[in-house]
Nanobody, 123 residues
Framework: QVQLAESGGDSVQAGGSLRLSCAAS????????LGWFRQSPGKEREGVSS????????YYADSVKGRFTISRDNAENTLYLQMNSLKPEDTAMYYC????????????????WGQGIQVTVSS
């Protein structure tokens, strides 16, 4: 079974940094576009960042550009999200996700999801 498992979430003060990891198993990770999403209570899920199958291209939501960096290590079956200069509005449950094939510059068609991990940024 395809499985994704996030780790690295925590509570931090505004301006701090966190690094999220997502371990993938059950499939060949290099066949998939990978991404990070987040959701706050009462709000819709939003795409945060995605990365191409070969790791050469990345997309970021406007709200995180310049602060977050996505990366992947296909040999270790792991996806990362480095989050710097965190703001209270970054507080959310963060999910890693995967979709078959290229990212295509869109947030839809991510069919595989991790369980989510909480990130809380206090002011």
């Amino acid at each position: 079974q395809v499985q994704l498992a996030e780790s690295g979430g925590d509570s931090v003060q505004a301006g701090g940094s966190l690094r999220l990891s997502c371990a993938a198993s059950g499939y060949i990770i290099s066949d998939y576009c990978l991404g990070w999403f987040r959701q706050s209570p009462g709000k819709e899920r939003e795409g945060v960042s995605s990365i191409s199958r070969d790791g050469r291209s990345a997309y970021y939501a406007d709200s995180v550009k310049g602060r977050f960096t996505i990366s992947r290590d296909n040999a270790e079956n792991t996806l990362y999200l480095q989050m710097n200069s965190l703001k209270p509005e970054d507080t959310a449950m963060y999910y890693c996700a995967a979709k078959v094939g290229p990212c295509g510059g869109r947030w839809n068609d991510f069919g595989y999801w991790g369980q989510g991990i909480q990130v809380t940024v206090s002011s």
